[in-house]
């Protein structure tokens, strides 16, 4: 099959070298064009570690031309970029076609169901908890496969085409996949934004200073204690929407195949076996910019939706917003261009099966008029 891939990091390069060494044909955009640069002067993509070779994915200039004859777009970039690249192609998506989003926040997968709806169209969209992989991209045309993950929650919207959704994802990718059954479940079920959020807070000076540590060394046992209450919280809000999501354990276990233990201790196994990753070497990392306005607020939120409040998420926001000067709350795009303040759980949820139709857009243009 041919995959359009948005973006041009780490995950989109791990991502398509997967896809190429499985035998379908990717094709990467980058939005600032620098991503992908050299890899237009006809340098082939470099890939090493659980995927090893060298391919020669093909690179789109636009949008439009990225879109063109795919059979499933694939979005791979950070969060705070999703919105605006759904901008980009949503003019261009069709019915026929299948948008993976890897990995889902902030309910963006409603967003772009909005614009599509704005033009009459429905094409499934398909939101993964995580990424299939996870790695460095190490230059231009060089990426570090860390792991291929042996699961990943996805949901399908709309709902009704849930096994279209996983069809294909097993068909890209092998049979790694888990069907969450609702898009409300995939917004409780991504965990970097937690986990990133302990590890951080409690190594922010060392990636202030540039330093160069073992991440799965340093959670040690306050950590370890820290990352499961911020997951106790979590599954709280989840279980009070009735949903069924995966643990922090069960994370670990399934995506780095370590023996359950504390998440301490998991960490430390996956550092004594040379899998436990190196920590950010900056402050002006995803583990903060990304994941506290795309992933700590949206839970939050969620939180006091269901009268569960995640008090170490709002207070790991509000640490994070002093300690960075700038209110990351504010930073998130996708929640207020939804309005889901002005909803209540019932419709959010109802929303997270059914997508927006064109019904649904009339509506609202008549209530953002008034």
Known sequence: MRVAIVGAGSIAFGTAALLERSGH????????????????????????????????????????ALVKDADAVLLALPANGHKAVM????????????????????????????LLAER????????????IVTGRRQGPTTVQVSTIRDKVDVATLPAGRSAHGLALCRA?????????????????????????????????????????????????????RLLEALDAERLA???AMGLEVRTIFEHFHLSFQVPVDSISAMNRE?????RGGTG????????????????????????????RP????????????ALYGRDFTAENDLLPALAIDRMTLGQLDALCHSGFTGQDTIARSREERR
């Not at 429905?122 to 939101?127: D, N, R």
């Not at 996956?270 to 040379?274: E, S």
Request: charged share 15%; with cysteine; glycine share 10%.
């Open 25 to 64: 044909r990717a094709a990467l955009w980058s939005p600032s064009g620098r991503g992908t640069r050299e890899l237009a002067d006809d340098a082939p993509l470099s890939a090493s570690g659980a995927v090893e070779g060298r391919f020669e994915p093909a690179v789109a200039s636009s949008a439009q």
């Open 270 to 274: 996956m550092h004594a076996r040379g």
């Open 310 to 321: 995640a008090l170490l998420h709002e207070s790991g926001i509000a640490l994070f917003s």
């Open 280 to 307: 950010p070497a900056t402050a002006e990392s995803r583990y903060v910019l990304e994941d506290v306005p795309f992933g700590l607020v949206p839970t939050a939120m969620l939180g006091r939706l269901a009268d």
């Open 120 to 131: 009459g169209i429905t094409a499934p969209i398909v939101a993964w908890g995580t990424t």
């Open 172 to 224: 890209l990718f092998g049979d790694r996949f888990v069907d969450r059954g609702g898009l409300m479940a995939i917004a409780l079920s991504n965990l970097n934004p937690q986990n990133h959020m302990g590890i951080a807070l409690c190594n922010l000076t060392r990636m202030e200073r540039g330093e160069t540590w073992s991440q799965g060394q340093n959670v040690t046992p306050a950590v370890g």
């Open 237 to 239: 809000i989840a279980h």
């Open 87 to 114: 901008d980009a192609i949503a003019p261009h998506l069709t019915a026929d076609q299948t948008v993976l989003v890897s990995s889902h926040a902030s309910f963006g997968a409603l967003y772009l169901s909005r």
